[in-house]
């Protein structure tokens, strides 16, 4: 079956450790994203990328960095510099303009 | 830029009653928009969508009409169930400035109490 895959469902961290969130999807999309939600509020997009190789900033990527070598593929890494890194991070990916995304299951990250 | 705001929840329904969410939004040009749903510890699932004026998307007893004259693209349902608990967002995708991202709104929190 197509679709997305995030891994680890939860995740738990020491503060100051970096963090790799996975995301894969096979549905052939060209675009991916990652988006930060915390309790109570709406969805923050963190990076995006349209074709492998080249991602941008999402309104909040401050404290991440993504990468982009293969079409299924587009980690995100939490690193120490993220102030407020708990939280539940989703991965979407969609194909064309005025699509509609399709969204993993999220990782729920927790840092102590 | 573009925006999407939602009424805020949460919203406390009888089961068989009438849901209204509303949702207005900003944006250049003719957006995209959608409907998803979030269950508690899930991803988001595409609830509906319209891709021009007029449109009206639909999907699981759920109807929401593309109103470009008033911006808007409010969620309706005849008769909820226990099962719509859940979280709506409102989101849009435009042509022109923002690349091809969705835009969402916060969120309106669903419950619907025997």
């Known amino acids: 079956d197509g679709g997305i895959t995030q891994s680890p469902k939860y995740l738990f961290r020491k503060e100051g450790q970096n963090v790799t969130l996975s995301c894969e999807q096979n549905?052939?999309?060209?675009?991916m994203y990652w988006y930060r939600q915390d309790p109570g509020q709406g969805l923050r997009l963190i990076y995006y990328s349209q074709i492998v190789n080249d991602f941008q900033k999402g309104d909040i990527a401050e404290g991440y960095s993504v990468s982009r070598e293969k079409k299924e593929s587009f980690p995100l890494t939490v690193t120490s510099a993220q102030k407020n890194p708990t939280a539940f991070y989703l991965c979407?990916?969609?194909?064309?303009?005025?699509?509609?995304?399709?969204f993993g299951q999220g990782t729920r990250l927790t840092v102590v | 830029g573009n925006s999407v705001t939602q009424m805020e929840g949460p919203v406390t329904l009888s089961e068989e009653a009438f849901l209204t969410i509303n949702c207005t939004y900003t944006a250049t040009g003719y957006p995209s928009l959608f409907w998803y749903v979030q269950y508690p510890g899930e991803g988001l699932q595409l609830l509906l969508k319209a891709t021009k004026a007029d449109d009206k998307g639909s999907n699981k007893g759920f109807e929401a009409t593309y109103r470009k004259e008033t911006t808007s693209f409010h969620l309706e349902k005849g008769s909820v169930q226990v099962s719509d608990s859940a979280v709506y967002f409102c989101a849009l995708r435009g042509l022109t400035g923002g690349g091809n991202k969705l835009t969402f709104g916060t969120g309106t929190q669903l419950k619907v109490e025997l």
């Open positions: 549905l052939n999309h060209d675009a």
């Open positions: 979407a990916s969609s194909q064309q303009r005025n699509t509609e995304a399709f």
